[in-house]
Nanobody, 125 residues
């Protein structure tokens, strides 16, 4: 069973960048497809990005496409989310999640069985 720990959140001005990391332990990291989700106050948790086990394929929510990049290093058991051109509406708690679901591509929270504790990202205007 995999455990996930996010880091890298913080306060940044609009237009700035942050890089989130999610370190995995307790499982075979390369066997999991990984995703990033976010939840703003008073809103439901929403999909941000996902990456296939091998790292060759990725998929993004329209709201972040072209600004965010998901990547992974299977040797380091870590998945990343590079966030550029941040906007105030990107403010949320960001969560990484793992799934063994097949096919690999899913944006549904219920398909991810393992979650981190979240890291706060605040973008000021």
């Amino acid at each position: 069973q995999v455990q996930l720990v996010e880091s890298g959140g913080g306060l940044v001005q609009a237009g700035g960048s942050l890089r989130l990391s999610c370190a995995a332990s307790g499982g075979t990291f390369s066997s999991y497809n990984m995703g990033w989700f976010r939840q703003a106050p008073g809103k439901e948790r929403e999909f941000v990005a996902t990456i296939r086990r091998s790292g060759r394929d990725t998929y993004y929510a329209d709201s972040v496409k072209g600004r965010f990049t998901i990547s992974r290093d299977n040797a380091k058991n870590t998945v990343y989310l590079q966030m550029n051109s941040l906007k105030p509406e990107d403010t949320a708690v960001y969560y990484c999640a793992a799934t063994v679901r097949y096919p690999w591509l899913t944006t549904r929270t219920r398909d991810y069985g393992y979650w981190g504790q979240g890291t706060q990202v605040t973008v000021s205007s």
